[in-house]
T-cell receptor, first 113, second 117 residues
Framework: GENVEQHPSTLSVQEGDSAVIKCTYS??????FPWYKQELGKRPQLIID?????GEKKDQRIAVTLNKTAKHFSLHITETQPEDSAVYFC????????????FGTGTRLQVFP | GAVVSQHPSRVICKSGTSVKIECRSL??????MFWYRQFPKQSLMLMAT?????????EQGVEKDKFLINHASLTLSTLTVTSAHPEDSSFYIC?????????????FGAGTRLSVL
């Protein structure tokens, strides 16, 4: 079945630096790739997503890139702030009819002031 | 974004009892909802897909008689953990699929922390 690998598992950066998290998926039929941010004890929150017909998407300080050939996608956070500290999960989906998301293992990001 | 409500947020029960968890989409209709289990410091593991008006689809290794799912309306799915045991203690999270306006996004509930004594 589909497998999503995520690296690194932990990432520590200084406030203002950039952070990059990478994911690789196994099923070439996957066509939707969301990123979720989960703070301790809270629900996962969708922060950005990308579909397979697009190579890059940006929303203020966050961006996602997709390389379909290599089957990997990355989250980029610029000008990091302490409030960016959380666990970030990537996911992949093949879309209808199942629409189920297969999640990566998560990256714990710590931004130090 | 859309709002998904999950109740209760925390349950402590004795071994052998059954626990029901509710997942509601508050401002949209969701024909499809999903139930996940999350262990401490680990990822979200999909347990089953809940389909309104039909049987749930369970992932491999998930006991359907243990984790009963009912999706009787377009805004409510329930997960019942039957005869709960300490190994069932976990964080259970639901999500609902929002397809309004052609989008296809999953929004998550706040989760239910189940502790079985």
């Amino acid at each position: 079945g589909e497998n999503v690998e995520q690296h690194p598992s932990t990432l520590s950066v200084q406030e203002g630096d950039s952070a990059v998290i990478k994911c690789t998926y196994s099923d070439s039929a996957s066509n939707y790739f969301p990123w979720y941010k989960q703070e301790l004890g809270k629900r996962p929150q969708l922060i950005i997503d990308i579909r397979s017909n697009v190579g890059e998407k940006k929303d203020q300080r966050i961006a996602v890139t997709l390389n379909k050939t290599a089957k990997h996608f990355s989250l980029h956070i610029t000008e990091t702030q302490p409030e960016d500290s959380a666990v970030y999960f990537c996911a992949a989906s093949k879309g209808p009819p199942t629409d189920k998301l297969i999640f990566g293992t998560g990256t714990r990001l710590q931004v130090f002031p | 974004g859309a709002v998904v409500s999950q109740h209760p947020s925390r349950v402590i029960c004795k071994s052998g009892t059954s626990v029901k968890i509710e997942c509601r989409s508050l401002d949209f209709q969701a024909t499809t909802m999903f139930w996940y289990r999350q262990f401490p410091k680990q990822s979200l593991m999909l347990m089953a897909t809940s389909n309104e008006g039909s049987k749930a689809t369970y992932e491999q290794g998930v006991e359907k008689d243990k984790f009963l799912i009912n999706h009787a309306s377009l805004t409510l799915s329930t997960l019942t953990v039957t005869s709960a045991h300490p190994e069932d203690s976990s964080f259970y999270i639901c999500s609902a699929r929002d397809v309004r306006g052609g989008k296809n996004i999953q929004y998550f509930g706040a989760g239910t922390r189940l502790s079985v004594l």
